[in-house]
T-cell receptor
Framework: DADVTQTPRNRITKTGKRIMLECSQT?????MYWYRQDPGLGLRLIYY???????NKGEISDGYSVSRQAQAKFSLSLESAIPNQTALYFC??????????????FGEGSRLTVL | GQNIDQPTEMTATEGAIVQINCTYQ??????LFWYQQHAGEAPTFLSYNVLDGLEEKGRFSSFLSRSKGYSYLLLKELQMKDSASYLC??????????WGAGTKLIIKP
């Protein structure tokens, strides 16, 4: 089983619908992230969380919200989806303790299409 | 502003060597990462450099010059499975990762 699991893996929805992407991890990491990836662009950070009580906006948070339900769970919501939110979304975790580099461990991705 | 530059696409031959360059301008520096990403899949960690010099890991090596804001990823003995995008990312003074757009590497037989 993957250490970082995202559901759903693929989703097609219509403009105006509410969508939730879920992420769970078994790595025991405190830090979790949501990124989106568009062709020709780098990974762009939507939100990140350093622990359950700490939520921070990334560079492109407008139109998105998140919930950190537990150390292991971090969900991304699109309250009213629009076509330019069509993208590949990645959840990731990292660990800065004990001399770790802070490298990111990614989930398998959630491909979202908004019609 | 913060910026990471890397070539959009490169082509190389199976068995050869290829060097993928990355230049960066960031607010502070706390390390540089290289990730590999196959089409439609998640990025996977390749290497980390925080001090100047070369880090070697099997067929892959990564070099860093902090004074020049420059890194490269060197892939030796190229295999078809090395066809992928290679992402350069720099951790800035706030420990946030700044990502390049990635270099798509095409390997030809």
């Amino acid at each position: 089983d993957a250490d970082v699991t995202q559901t759903p893996r693929n989703r097609i929805t219509k403009t105006g619908k509410r969508i939730m992407l879920e992420c769970s991890q078994t790595k025991g990491h405190d830090r979790m992230y949501w990124y989106r990836q568009d062709p020709g662009l780098g990974l762009r950070l939507i939100y990140y969380s350093f622990d359950v009580k700490d939520i921070n906006k990334g560079e492109i948070s407008d139109g998105y919200s998140v919930s950190r339900q537990a150390q292991a769970k971090f969900s991304l919501s699109l309250e009213s989806a629009i076509p330019n939110q069509t993208a590949l979304y990645f959840c990731a975790t990292s660990d800065f303790t004990d001399g770790n580099t802070g490298e990111l461990f990614f989930g398998e991705g959630s491909r979202l299409t908004v019609l | 502003g913060q910026n990471i530059d890397q070539p959009t696409e490169m082509t190389a031959t199976e068995g050869a060597i290829v060097q993928i360059n990355c230049t960066y301008q960031t607010s502070g520096f706390n390390g540089l990462f290289w990730y590999q990403q196959h089409a439609g899949e998640a990025p996977t960690f390749l290497s980390y450099n925080v001090l100047d010099g070369l880090e070697e890991k099997g067929r892959f090596s990564s070099f860093l010059s902090r004074s020049k804001g420059y890194s490269y990823l060197l892939l030796k003995e190229l295999q078809m499975k090395d066809s992928a995008s290679y992402l350069c990312a720099v951790m800035d003074s706030n420990y946030q990762l700044i990502w390049g757009a990635g270099t798509k590497l095409i390997i030809k037989p």
